[in-house]
């Protein structure tokens, strides 16, 4: 079987088996990339939260053995893929000219991340609040004032539905 957890939360899965009132008893190595010793339990449920180190997803092997009044069953491999909390890498401020697309492009720490952002509204800004789903920002904001106006991006990436750290990108537009 296989699972997918976000880092450090805990992971959830309950064995189950065609024999009533089986019990259950797991054991985990250690893992590069994972920061947790090595696990072991005597329960149904494998509640550990996993500490990805690294920027990429990590496979992790538990090894579940069902017994019965005192048989040991046939030792059965859960995989759990341990995804990472992704990063922006990008520059953290811009500066644009008024009603000029922004061209701004997120990148993560964490290959094939995906992206969210938010904008609020900004006084002096006469565009509505913004939001998409995209690594490129191109929204072309119109300054109304006479001086230059920042406006806050709110970036969080992700990968295999865990969200990362959100970030925030000033756009200055003059």
Known sequence: AVANVCDNVPLGYTATSSTAGATFAWTRAVVAGIANVA???A???INESL???TTAPVAVTYIITPGFGGCAGTPFNLVVTVNPTS???SAAAKTVCD???LAYTATSSTAG????WTRAVVAGIS???GAGATALINESLDNTTTAPVNAIYIITPGINGCNGTPFNLTVTVN
């Open 39 to 41: 696990g072991a339990g």
């Open 43 to 45: 329960t149904a449920l």
């Open 51 to 53: 500490d990805n180190t």
């Open 87 to 89: 990063v922006i890498t």
């Open 99 to 101: 009603v000029t697309p």
């Open 113 to 116: 991340a995906s992206f969210s």
């Open 127 to 129: 565009n509505l609040a």
